[in-house]
């Protein structure tokens, strides 16, 4: 019995390790491209980087992209650590890859070994600010320089294993994407790759990122947060519904409440990050096109 036992758990290991080896692991086309160097690019790379990166790669402790523990995803799939961004040779990213290998990471998900890595799917960037951010990482900004050290490493255990396996969906590889001129296009585009609904959608597992407005709950609020200390922060409904959402906000409130963190009635608090880096304009654009966005009643409770 004991016998029987054993090689029934043991071939239960070896089926989990089957499906995330063969789900999350994919080949790498090569394509050929080379990052275009200029101080525009430099700026707008780190505006960007700010922007959308430091959210969970910036360590504000060293102020150093060199990752950081994400304490939002459930314990029970093991542990989850960002990567080290900084041009580091022993730790970091950026000197292991390639610009068309980065430029294929961002907009896919696939990194240069098959690894399928969910968190930071870009599908639609356009590829004027997919240039930036790589010329941005690989500059000598201090928040970027060489930090030969490490966080963390993930770890996914077994449960983790089989749901990133029965999960894993990287993404079509589009390319000639161009910035939108036109003011709600643009602030559409923000919204999609700044990642504002990531976070003001309904959940992280529900997510579209080819098609963000079919995102279940689409900028209505709910997903749950937990920070350093344990405690759950939930993400503002941003639909322009006048009673639980931002229809009352004034475009100058809501621009203080962007790069500011302060709304009319209160503080806001991380993980929603000021978002300093970002123009006026920019941030004009999103509210223009959350103006647009169907008002939801869903009044978010914590």
């Known amino acids: ?15 989990v390790s089957t499906i995330y080896s063969c789900k999350t692991h994919f080949t790498t086309p090569q394509i050929n491209y080379t990052a275009v160097e200029s101080p525009r690019a430099f700026e707008r790379g780190k505006a960007l980087a700010f922007s959308i990166c430091a959210g969970c790669h910036y360590n504000r402790s060293v102020n150093k992209f060199i990752g950081t523990p994400i304490h939002d ?69 201090p928040a970027v320089t060489p930090a030969d050290t490490t966080i963390g490493l993930t770890r996914y255990n077994i449960i983790g294993k089989l ?14 994407i161009k910035l939108p001129s036109d003011n709600v296009a643009l602030g559409r585009y923000l919204v999609d790759n700044v990642g504002c609904f990531h976070c003001h959608s309904k959940s992280f597992t529900s997510l579209n990122y080819l098609y963000p407005e079919q995102s279940k709950g689409y900028m209505a609020g709910g997903i749950k947060f937990k920070d350093e200390q344990g405690m759950f922060i ?8 006048k009673e639980t959402g931002i229809g009352k906000l004034t ?14 009635d209160r ?28 008002p939801v009643y869903h009044k978010v409770q914590g």
């Open 251 to 264: 475009q100058q409130e809501f621009l203080k409440a962007v790069k500011d963190g302060e709304a009319p």
């Open 163 to 176: 749901y990133m396996g029965m999960t894993a969906k990287p993404l079509p590889y589009k390319p000639g």
């Open 73 to 141: 995803v459930p314990g029970i799939i093991g542990k989850v650590y960002s990567a080290n961004l900084t041009n580091s040779k022993t730790h970091g990213i950026p000197p292991h890859y390639t610009d068309a290998e980065l430029k294929y990471l961002l907009k896919t998900g696939i990194a240069r070994d098959g690894r399928f890595i969910p968190y930071m799917l870009r599908p639609n960037m356009a590829d004027e600010d997919i240039n930036a951010i790589i010329v941005y990482l690989r500059s000598n900004d």
């Open 1 to 15: 019995m004991k016998k029987y036992k054993f090689v029934f758990l043991a071939g239960l290991t070896v089926t």
């Open 267 to 294: 503080k806001l608090h991380p993980p929603m990050p000021k978002f300093k880096q970002l123009q006026d304009r920019e941030v004009d654009a999103i509210y223009s096109y959350l103006e647009t966005v169907p």
């Open 234 to 241: 939930v993400a503002s409904n941003l639909t322009p519904d």
